[in-house]
C-alpha cells in the first residue's frame, strides 16, 4: 500500500495570505495525484486531478504542482471560504487508492 | 445535473447485517465506475471498494474484502453497500461517489450515509 504524507497537519493563514500544503508519496506515484477540499458536515470535492489540471469553475487561486513522490497545493491568497481540510490522494496504484492524512488550513 | 443521493443514517447493533444505497441521477449510471468511501469520527478518509455498473465488476482494498460487499441495481441507478455482520468499529460516515473517468478520481459525491453500530 502507498502511504501519502501531508504536512504540516495544521497551517494557520491570515486572509489573503499565501498557503502552502505538500504531501509526499512512499513511492512514485507519477501525476496521478488528486487534492481535495472537505468542510465540516460535507464530503470532500474534487479541485486538482492529474497532479495539476483544476477541475472546471476552480478559482485559479488554487494550483497544483509535482510529479513523482513529491506534491504541493498552493493557495495563492486564501478567502474565508478557503479555511478547510485538504487532501491528498494518489490514485496510480490499486489495491488501495489512498489518502492522506489531511492538513488543516484554519484562520490565524 | 449528476446527483448522487444517499440513503438515511442507520443505527444498528453487532452481528447485524445493513445495506445502505446510493441513487445516482443526470448521467449514464452504467457507464461510470462507483466508488465507496469511509470516514471514522474526526479521521481521515478510506477507499473501500469500486464497482463499474455495467457489468458488477467490483474491486476491493483487501482492508474491507471479506467484510463488506458491492452490488449495484442497473434498473433504478442505484448502488449499494453492504455488510453481513457489523461491528462496532464500523461506526463511521460512508461516501459513494462516481469516479470521473475511467479508474480517474471521483467527481460528484453523495452526501453521505452515518452508520452508528453499539450495543
Known amino acids: 500500500e502507498i502511504v501519502m504524507t501531508q504536512s504540516p497537519a495544521t497551517l494557520s493563514v491570515s486572509p489573503g495570505e499565501r498557503a502552502t500544503l505538500s504531501c509526499r508519496a512512499s513511492?512514485?506515484?507519477?501525476?496521478?495525484l488528486a487534492w481535495y477540499q472537505q468542510k465540516p458536515g460535507q464530503p470532500p470535492r474534487l479541485l486538482i486531478y492529474?497532479?495539476?489540471t483544476r477541475v472546471t469553475g476552480l478559482p485559479a487561486r488554487f494550483s497544483g504542482s509535482g510529479s513523482g513522490t513529491e506534491f504541493t497545493l498552493t493557495i495563492s491568497s486564501l478567502q474565508s471560504e478557503d479555511f478547510a481540510v485538504y487532501y491528498c490522494?494518489?490514485?496510480?496504484?490499486?489495491?488501495?487508492?489512498?489518502f492522506g492524512q489531511g492538513t488543516k488550513v484554519e484562520i490565524k | 445535473e449528476v446527483q448522487l443521493v444517499q440513503s438515511g443514517g442507520e443505527v444498528k447493533k453487532p452481528g447485524e447485517s445493513l445495506r445502505i444505497s446510493c441513487q445516482a441521477s443526470?448521467?449514464?449510471?452504467?457507464?461510470?465506475?462507483i466508488g465507496w468511501v469511509r470516514q471514522m469520527s474526526g479521521k481521515g478518509l478510506q477507499w473501500i471498494g469500486v464497482?463499474?455498473?455495467?457489468?458488477?465488476?467490483?474491486r476491493y482494498n483487501p482492508s474491507f474484502e471479506g467484510q463488506v460487499s458491492l452490488s449495484v441495481d442497473r434498473s433504478i441507478a442505484t448502488a449499494y453497500l453492504q455488510w453481513g455482520s457489523l461491528r462496532t468499529s464500523d461506526t463511521a460516515i460512508y461516501y459513494c461517489?462516481?469516479?470521473?473517468?475511467?479508474?480517474?478520481?471521483?467527481?460528484?459525491w453523495g452526501q453521505g450515509t452515518l452508520v452508528s453500530v453499539s450495543s
Open positions: 443526470g448521467y449514464n449510471f452504467a457507464t461510470y465506475w
Open positions: 513511492q512514485s506515484v507519477s501525476n496521478n
Open positions: 492529474y497532479a495539476s
Open positions: 490522494q494518489q490514485y496510480d496504484y490499486w489495491p488501495p487508492w489512498t
Open positions: 461517489a462516481r469516479l470521473s473517468g475511467s479508474w480517474e478520481p471521483p467527481d460528484f
Open positions: 464497482i463499474y455498473p455495467g457489468d458488477s465488476d467490483a
